[in-house]
């Protein structure tokens, strides 16, 4: 890899973490607008409230309640699940992974699928094989029933919600919503970059697209309608995720309007910013409300049926589910190339059955595809170094004659076949290469808890002791101190950044997942090795 490369590499970081710098200073400004916070504060009223299930005769709510908070629990071998008969919601949702168990659901009052979070319910009787079933008394002969199917295995769980109205009048449950958040937890290794990845979002099928499009809900997107409608008309699934779960529901009976949400955020936590040297960072979790246009006709019972995923973003695992819950999954820019190369890292796997090892040989293979390349673009370089001398003097001779300096120049790069462009090509092949590798990596639950060897004992998760990122800074200042030029100016800007650069990329990479600093480390190694070999053969070019 040569200087144009680094150089490249470091602009697009600066301008990558750069632009995430302006968008937080831009939100945090939103945050404070009043019209959001006035927004959510109806929609917490009415929420809160609840008061307007509306008839000819007007009709006022009477929850039974209950003195005290009682909580259940449903277990499987994937998940134990707390329910509280506050709202009749999971209070805990705890996923038993292989590593550790995590509580997805840690955060916020509600709870997940509250209804009248202020009530409590009281635990009935199941009657269709529900793993648990609530009911409550609304008003006089109307009653909602809430009934919960955990699956056994990973998949999609089932939420029945069913109105009972005995009396003789059509009834219009108005602000009836489904809580969501605020948040979902994470592993202990993304804690730090948690509030980056955690969204809320709605998924619909859009014209003319083929797949369905996953898109975010922020405060912006509240301050218009039109806005809204565009990004949630004729909604499919709608949650909240980050960057290893998910959090969705899905209506199977019933549709939601794309006015139907409500959007607020809540603090959940703080973490140590870059090691303790910025002090704390907040993270804020969004926490969304989901509403279901409950019409009650006279003397009927009326069922809100609706499935829901809580897990990992496992893409086999969610390829497996219906309603494309894997478009969840943000690959990015390069997003096809990021599945193409995550497929064939689950393929090198297979043969390694360590991920480590997997991700070293796919190196090796990239590489080889880009050898070519590579070549030309070092053979270009030599012949541009050992050119060098006659394009000084021409540039010295006509130096008052830029037209004629230039017209020389481009002769004498004929003569020697040289291209001073041919060291761009590779760059451009590249970088979607490491973009799409960076996004597929930190998005593969298969590397969550995946050891190498001997202190890599998460993929996913930072190098612990920072050799990885320490030896890839090492291998960089070397190869760039063996291919420098010899005769290049100590004050040419290019020298000051070459000589940076490791030291740039080291700081980058501290807190990248090891598994992607592996795969940059490799690739400095082989480049160093061909590098040194190729410089060798073409100093007679």
């Not at 922020?218 to 990004?231: I, N, P």
Request: proline share 5%; with cysteine; charged share 20%.
């Amino acid at each position: 890899m040569d200087k144009n490369f680094f150089i490249a590499f470091a602009a697009a970081l600066m301008v990558f973490f750069g632009y995430n710098a302006v968008t937080t200073t831009q939100k945090e400004i939103q945050n404070k607008q009043a019209d959001i916070a006035q927004q959510i504060e109806v929609v917490k009223t009415k929420q809160e409230a609840l008061s307007t299930l509306t008839q000819k005769t007007p009709v006022s709510l009477m929850p039974k309640k209950q003195e005290t908070e009682k909580f259940y629990t449903v277990e499987t071998e994937h998940a134990k699940v707390v329910f509280t008969t506050k709202g009749a919601a999971i209070r805990n949702f705890t996923y038993r992974d292989s590593n550790t168990d995590l509580d997805l659901t840690p955060f916020g009052k509600e709870g997940y699928f509250a209804t009248l979070p202020n009530v409590n319910f009281e635990k009935v009787a199941s009657q269709k094989g529900e793993d648990i079933t609530f009911k409550t008394k609304l008003a006089d002969g109307v009653y909602l029933v809430k009934s919960y199917f955990i699956n056994k295995e990973q998949g999609l769980n089932t939420l029945d919600i069913t109105f009972i109205n005995e009396t003789k009048e059509e009834l219009s449950l108005s602000d009836f919503y489904l809580n969501m958040g605020p948040g979902l937890n994470t592993v202990k290794s993304e804690l730090s970059d948690n509030a980056a990845n955690l969204r809320a979002f709605c998924a619909r099928q859009e014209k003319g697209k083929k797949n369905i499009s996953v898109n975010d809900l922020k405060e912006k997107t509240f301050t218009k309608s039109t806005r809204l409608k565009d990004a949630c008309d004729g909604w499919l699934w709608a949650g909240i995720d980050n960057r290893y779960f998910l959090s969705a529901l899905i209506p199977t009976n019933w549709k939601g309007n794309f006015d139907g949400f409500a959007f607020d955020k809540e603090f959940l936590y703080e973490q140590p910013s870059f090691f303790g040297l910025f002090g704390n960072s907040r993270t804020d979790g969004p926490d969304l409300k989901i509403l279901i246009p409950a019409v009650l006709p006279a003397k009927q019972t009326i069922n809100y049926n609706s499935k829901f995923y809580i897990g990992p973003k496992d893409l086999p695992l969610l390829e497996s589910l219906p309603y494309d819950l894997q478009r969840s999954i943000q690959f990015g820019f390069f997003g096809q190339l990021g599945k193409w190369m995550r497929n064939l890292l689950e393929w090198l796997n297979k043969y390694t059955h360590n991920y480590g090892f997997a991700i070293i040989l796919m190196t090796f293979m990239i590489q080889i595809v880009m050898f070519p390349l590579t070549y030309k673009q070092l053979k270009s370089a030599a012949v541009m170094q050992r050119i060098q001398p006659q394009m000084k003097i021409i540039q010295d001779k006509y130096k008052n004659d830029p037209m004629r300096a230039q017209q020389e120049l481009l002769g004498l790069y004929k003569k020697y076949g040289a291209n001073p462009l041919s060291g761009c090509l590779p760059l451009f092949i590249q970088m979607p290469i490491f973009i799409a590798l960076f996004n597929a990596l930190r998005t593969s639950w298969a590397l969550h808890g995946s050891p190498f060897i001997w202190w890599i004992g998460d993929l996913s998760a930072k190098d612990p002791y920072y050799v990885l990122p320490i030896l890839m800074g090492v291998i960089m200042f070397i190869q760039q101190k063996i291919t420098m030029p010899s005769n290049m100016d100590k004050d040419n800007p290019s020298m000051a950044m070459m000589k940076w650069m490791p030291v740039f990329m080291t700081v980058i990479f501290l807190n990248f997942p090891a598994g992607l600093t592996l795969y940059w480390f490799i690739s400095n190694c082989i480049s160093f090795v061909v590098n040194l070999i190729l410089k060798r053969k073409l100093a007679t070019v």
